[in-house]
C-alpha cells in the first residue's frame, strides 16, 4: 500500500512525459532520520552501486523499463529526478541536482559533498519512488 502522494519538482519526465505527482512506497532505508545519521555523499552513492550492481537497483540495469534515477527526502517526503547542476536531466544519481535547502556542503567550486541524512537514493516509475531494494525486486519480477 502506498503513502500519501507528494508534489514532484521539475514536473517533467526526462521522456517529457508530465510527472505531477509521485506515491512514496511504505518502505526506506530511513523511516526516522537520527541526529547520529552520517550524510549521504558520494562515497555513500558508490557503495550502493557496488552494494547492488548486476541487479535493477542501478541505473543502467532499470533505465530500460522505465525507471529514472530520483532521490526523496524521508524527512519531507519530497521526491526529485536526479538532475545535472543546469537542471537537465541526470541518467544517474548526482547529489549536484538536488534542491539547496538538502545540501549539507559545498566544494570551493561549488560541487555538492554531501546531503541530509534523511535523503535516500532511489528510482521513479509510473509516478512511484522505489528505493534501490525495491527497484531490485520490481526488475527481477518481471
Not at 4 to 23: E, Q, S, T, Y
Request: hydrophobic share 30%.
Amino acid at each position: 500500500m502506498s503513502q500519501p502522494i507528494h508534489r514532484l519538482r521539475h514536473n517533467r519526465m526526462p521522456d517529457g512525459h508530465a510527472a505531477r505527482h509521485v506515491k512514496q512506497s511504505d518502505t526506506s532505508r530511513n523511516q526516522k532520520t537520527s541526529p547520529s545519521m552520517p550524510s549521504m555523499d558520494v562515497n555513500c552513492l558508490a557503495e550502493d552501486n557496488i552494494r547492488y550492481m548486476g541487479t535493477g537497483g542501478v541505473s543502467e540495469n532499470n533505465r530500460n523499463k522505465g525507471f529514472y534515477a530520483a532521490f526523496r527526502d524521508d524527512a519531507s517526503g519530497a521526491v526529485v529526478l536526479a538532475r545535472f547542476p543546469d537542471g537537465s536531466p541526470a541518467p544517474m544519481h548526482l547529489l549536484d541536482g538536488l534542491p539547496e535547502d538538502w545540501v549539507l556542503e559545498r566544494s570551493h567550486s561549488g560541487r555538492v559533498i554531501s546531503v541530509k541524512p534523511s535523503v535516500v537514493a532511489g528510482f521513479v516509475r509510473r509516478g512511484r519512488f522505489y528505493t534501490r531494494e525495491e527497484a531490485a525486486r520490481a526488475t527481477r519480477e518481471r
